[in-house]
């Protein structure tokens, strides 16, 4: 197996061609004009010690080292090399309400899109932690398995939308519980929800999330969006508005930002809540919080590398180099004794 890094300087073997053609033509052209003046016995005299195989010897030696040093060059990998790899990280897990009071436009540009951008902006920041995705309305899916591809994540991210679950309400308890199957360890100490929710839409009266939370031994980290004055729930048909949720008495809905549940579920495991309208401070804080959480290696594994050889042909270019100017363009006396090149056959 091997691998090629840097194809261009394959070119430079154009070169061989070239050099070799212009040395059969400074050939010829040398033994016409030495013609013109000398016929073949009287050059022989003259110049007894020149050796013509010797001269094209020559070109053969450069024409290697030049061949040496372009594959030197690309720099081909051969060969291969196992490496260990350990990851040290946090698994988390964003779990994103894509109800439909996630439509308002209190934050720009809505409350989905900003839970996407502040989602996003985290992965982007992350080191060798791992991430997942869960969706959830009126009943949690999961989107996003544990992964450290960070860029398949962002990917998923972008496809959230409120119309992905047909059923409205947001339930929370059941984004923890399908987070828990995301994490592969029971024993692991760092398991992280980032929950990003207006809170809204919750029958907190209705259910008691203190088992929940604590028996899950997950951090939770809250993010509330929208605002206290809250904002309607744009209905829209080929990306214009429309018109406006309304209740059943004809009102326009108006949705506003809950942080009480959101508050609540942060408090186990030392998990906290802070409003998402600011991008850098909730990835700062999120991040803060991750570097200060206990490292578990969750991934240890061999892979095949490719082993650099560009070293070798390198070293044979010079060695052909240094052949090429020891080679002189003269006949060598105890040479032409042995006849090695046939130099005295007639």
Known sequence: MYQIEENIYFYLILVIPLMILGNLFLKKWRKKKQSEF???????????????????????LLSISLLMI????????IGTQLKTVKREGVDIVFAIDVSKSMLA?????????????LASEIINNLGSDRVGIIAYAATAIPVLPITSDYSTARMFLQSLNSDMLSSQGTAVNQAINLSEDFFDDENQTNRVLCLLSDGE???????????????????????????????PIPIRSNGVIESYKK???????ITKLMPNLLKELSKSNDGFYMKGDNTEEVVDEIISKLKQMDKK???????????????????????????EMFVFAKKTIWLEKLNLFNENSN
């Open 38 to 60: 000398f016929n073949k016995e009287i050059f022989k005299n003259l110049s007894p010690f020149y050796s013509d195989f010797k001269s094209g010897f020559k070109v053969f």
């Open 247 to 253: 209740n059943q008495e004809g009102d326009v809905v």
């Open 297 to 323: 290696e969750f991934e240890s594994k061999q892979f095949v590398a490719y082993k650099d050889q560009f070293q070798w042909f390198i070293g044979f270019a010079l060695f052909f180099l240094c052949l």
């Open 201 to 231: 839409d919750h029958e907190f009266s209705d259910q008691d999330f203190s088992d929940v939370t604590e028996g899950s031994g997950i951090t939770i980290f809250s993010i509330g969006l929208g605002s206290n004055k809250g904002a």
């Open 70 to 77: 372009s594959i030197g060059l690309v720099n081909p990998k």
């Open 105 to 117: 436009e209190d934050i720009a540009p809505s409350r989905l899109e900003k839970a996407k951008r």
